[in-house]
């Protein structure tokens, strides 16, 4: 089993930047896939970006450029700098953690709201 713990929501103005992060525990395998989905209201939950362990990234297409992923292997963390934020990149931001011997985990999610 793995635990994910993402942290770092809030409320941001428009054009601000906010900082999140995700603690992965429990039964870790060094060769994994973590990164960030999110899930707006009414809407399907869909890519951001994510970061194998060999740092290969997947962005969606409307965050490149803005949105910049990172990752501790030592400390099992990934974060997810974001800036110019805009209203539309408000929802719950969700981080999963996959491994090809295992289906995704998912932690609970954090809040992010974009003030207009």
């Known amino acids: 089993q793995v635990q994910l713990v993402e942290s770092g929501g809030g409320l941001v103005q428009a054009g601000g930047s906010l900082r999140l992060s995700c603690a992965a525990s429990g039964s870790i395998f060094a060769i994994n896939t973590m990164g960030w989905y999110r899930q707006a209201p009414g809407k399907q939950r869909g890519l951001v970006v994510t970061m194998t362990n060999t740092r290969y990234t997947n962005y969606g297409a409307y965050v490149k450029g803005r949105f910049t992923i990172s990752r501790d292997n030592a400390k099992n963390m990934v974060y997810l700098q974001m800036n110019s934020l805009k209203p539309e990149d408000a929802a719950v931001y969700y981080c999963?953690?996959?491994?090809?011997?295992?289906?995704?985990?998912w932690g609970q999610g954090t809040q992010v709201t974009v003030s207009s």
């Open positions: 999963p953690y996959s491994t090809y011997k295992s289906g995704a985990y």
